[in-house]
T-cell receptor, first 116, second 116 residues
Framework: KAGVTQTPRYLIKTRGQQVTLSCSPI?????VSWYQQTPGQGLQFLFE???????NKGNFPGRFSGRQFSNSRSEMNVSTLELGDSALYLC???????????????FGPGTRLTVT | AQKITQTQPGMFVQEKEAVTLDCTYD???????LFWYKQPSSGEMIFLIY??????QNATEGRYSLNFQKARKSANLVISASQLGDSAMYFC?????????????FGRGTSLIVHP
C-alpha cells in the first residue's frame, strides 16, 4: 500500500510570491491534515480536511489556505510569502477525521519550503 | 488551552538498554488522546503509540509502551531493548477538544541517540 506522498519535496520561493503544495493520502483515507514545522515554533497544526470540507483549523493567518478534492488529494496554498514561512510542511492522512480524540495519522515526507 | 511539555532536549542510551522519554501534558478537556511520534533525520513522522484518556491499561506496541499516569498528567514513552535505528527525534502530542475543534498539540521533542 503506497504511503502519503507530497510534492514537491523541496521548493525555493521569493518573499511576496505564493506557493501551492500537494498531498496525496493513503488510498482509502479521507482525512488530510497539514502541519508546519520550524526550529523556532516546533510542529504546529494548520488545518484538517475531510470529504472536501475543512473540519479543524489551527491558529494561522488567512494567507494559509487549503482545499481537498473529491479523490481526497489536498493542496495547501500560502500567499504573499514571508521569510518566516520557511519551514518543513508535513501532510498526514487518516481514515476518519478527528471527531474523537483517537485516530491514527500517517505522515508524508514533507515539503521543505525556503523563502528568500 | 492544551500544552505538552518534553523536558529532555536530548537523551543517550546504550544499545539493548531501555530508555524512558518524559512527557507531561495539560488540558481541561476530560476526553483526549495522547500520541508519540518518531521523526528520523529523513523528516517523516512515524506514529508509534496512542493512549486514550479513558483507557485503563497502558498502551503497548512491540518495544514501545506508554506509561500513562493520569493524576500526574504524564505520558512517558518507554522503549525497551534500544536499537541503533531508534536514534531520532521523538514527539509527544495530544489531541482534545478546544472550543469544538480537535487541534493537535505537539511537544518540542526529545532527541534520542543510541550508542553501540
Amino acid at each position: 500500500k503506497a504511503g502519503v506522498t507530497q510534492t514537491p519535496r523541496y521548493l525555493i520561493k521569493t518573499r511576496g510570491q505564493q506557493v501551492t503544495l500537494s498531498c496525496s493520502p493513503i488510498s482509502g483515507h479521507r482525512s488530510v491534515s497539514w502541519y508546519q514545522q520550524t526550529p523556532g515554533q516546533g510542529l504546529q497544526f494548520l488545518f484538517e480536511y475531510f470529504s472536501e470540507t475543512q473540519r479543524n483549523k489551527g491558529n494561522f493567518p488567512g494567507r494559509f489556505s487549503g482545499r481537498q478534492f473529491s479523490n481526497s488529494r489536498s493542496e495547501m496554498n500560502v500567499s504573499t510569502l514571508e521569510l518566516g514561512d520557511s519551514a518543513l510542511y508535513l501532510c498526514a492522512s487518516s481514515l476518519n477525521f478527528a471527531g474523537t480524540a483517537s485516530y491514527e495519522q500517517y505522515f508524508g515526507p514533507g515539503t521543505r519550503l525556503t523563502v528568500t | 488551552a492544551q500544552k505538552i511539555t518534553q523536558t529532555q532536549p536530548g537523551m543517550f542510551v546504550q544499545e539493548k538498554e531501555a530508555v524512558t522519554l518524559d512527557c507531561t501534558y495539560d488540558t481541561s478537556d476530560p476526553s483526549y488522546g495522547l500520541f508519540w511520534y518518531k521523526q528520523p533525520s529523513s523528516g517523516e513522522m512515524i506514529f508509534l503509540i496512542y493512549q486514550g484518556s479513558y483507557d485503563q491499561q497502558n498502551a503497548t506496541e512491540g518495544r514501545y509502551s506508554l506509561n500513562f499516569q493520569k493524576a500526574r498528567k504524564s505520558a512517558n514513552l518507554v522503549i525497551s531493548a534500544s536499537q541503533l535505528g531508534d536514534s531520532a527525534m521523538y514527539f509527544c502530542a495530544m489531541r482534545g477538544a478546544q472550543g469544538g475543534s480537535y487541534i493537535p498539540t505537539f511537544g518540542r521533542g526529545t532527541s534520542l541517540i543510541v550508542h553501540p
